[in-house]
């Protein structure tokens, strides 16, 4: 049986709220979200959010797109179960929009 990829995909969710710390950004929103709904849940609420958050703007504007839950998912496919492919879809056109090159 396969493991649960839940509990990995939070971690790599708390991972990458420390990298925006010490990138500069202090993701208070974000790690409030996180501890309250863990990381799918909270991912799937920005991902299918109408517009990009706040943070996601301000790790735009800081060059670190590759921080934000968007890149997460799409750069990583072992993520790509725990979401439907109009979410993948959905934050891969976000960072396209944005310049990124996602996966």
């Known amino acids: 049986m ?3 990829p839940h ?3 939070t971690q790599a969710m708390f991972d990458i709220y420390r990298k925006a ?4 950004y202090h993701a ?3 790690l409030q979200m996180l501890s309250d709904r863990h990381g799918q849940a909270t991912a ?4 299918n959010a ?3 958050s706040d943070g996601y703007e301000a790790l735009y ?5 590759e921080l934000t839950v968007e890149a997460l998912i799409v750069g990583q496919p072992k993520w790509h179960r725990l979401f439907s492919n109009e979410e993948i879809d ?3 056109n976000r960072l396209e929009q944005y310049g990124y090159k996602a996966g």
């Open 2 to 4: 396969a493991e649960d």
């Open 7 to 9: 509990p990995q995909f």
């Open 21 to 24: 710390k010490e990138a500069g």
């Open 28 to 30: 208070t929103i974000f």
């Open 44 to 47: 799937k609420t920005l991902i």
């Open 50 to 52: 109408a517009h990009p």
């Open 61 to 65: 504007r800081m060059g670190k797109l």
């Open 90 to 92: 959905r934050a891969r």
